[in-house]
């Protein structure tokens, strides 16, 4: 099932902060955070792992509740290259590349 | 080094006909994970290759299949298009099947009239 994907969308204007949920109703092994600008590519930002262990950009934050199936992602101090679709992808585990990615969020950064 | 090459970028097919895509992941990378991309259902997972081994299936129709070469290439069909099928294909490298990081390609746009 697909993970929802909070807000849908969100305007910004640059040096603002944003936060996007992402919850799912399936135990999760991991969560993984993708960026997509538009005629782009999906473009890898963080993976968060049962357990507590991260994987990502220096500069990306974000958190993994195990307990409620829950991810967020943080995105601080806002930049006009901060726009695009931000996708998260859950891993039920089992071994393999098969993430299930929510719907996306919609961020514009505005001057 | 090179990224992941998808060809081609573009294709308009009949109902009907088949048609087959093509993946060059980054070199040494050994695993390609295939995604159908449309505006209404978003990304959903197609297939995973390893080690030219399907390691994960989606939930899609057996028209769609795909395989992997020994130097990691893959490439994906599908058979007697439809309508729907009208989507972004996008491929996936890895370094190695598991939880890791994903780099895509730039996806083949397909359109089926």
């Known amino acids: 099932q697909q993970p929802v994907q909070s807000p849908q969308a969100v305007i910004l204007r640059e040096g603002e902060d944003a936060v996007i949920n992402c919850s799912s109703s399936?135990?999760?092994?991991?969560v993984h955070w993708y960026r997509q600008k538009h005629g782009e590519a999906p473009v890898f930002l963080m993976i968060?792992?049962?357990?507590?262990e991260q994987k990502g950009h220096e500069k990306i934050s974000a958190s993994f509740n195990e307990k409620k199936q829950q991810s967020s992602l943080y995105l601080t101090a806002s930049q006009l290259s901060y726009s695009g679709t931000y996708f998260c992808?859950?891993?039920?585990?089992?071994?393999?590349?098969?993430?299930?990615f929510g719907t996306g969020t919609q961020l514009k950064v505005e001057l | 080094k090179a990224g992941v090459t998808q060809t081609p970028r573009y294709l308009i097919k009949t109902r009907g006909q088949q048609v087959t895509l093509s993946c060059s992941p980054i070199s040494g990378h050994r695993s390609v994970s295939w995604y159908q991309q449309t505006p209404g259902q978003g990304l959903q997972f197609l297939f995973e290759?390893?080690?030219?081994?399907?390691?994960n299936k989606g939930n899609f129709p057996g028209r769609f299949s795909g395989r992997q070469f020994s130097n990691s290439r893959s490439e994906m069909n599908v058979s007697t298009l439809e309508l729907g099928d009208s989507a972004l294909y996008l491929c996936a490298s890895s370094s190695k099947t598991g939880t890791t990081e994903a780099f895509f390609g730039q996806g083949t746009r397909l359109t089926v009239v």
């Open positions: 968060l792992l049962k357990g507590g």
């Open positions: 992808g859950t891993d039920l585990g089992g071994g393999g590349n098969k993430l299930t």
């Open positions: 399936k135990a999760l092994y991991s």
């Open positions: 290759y390893f080690s030219e081994t399907q390691r």
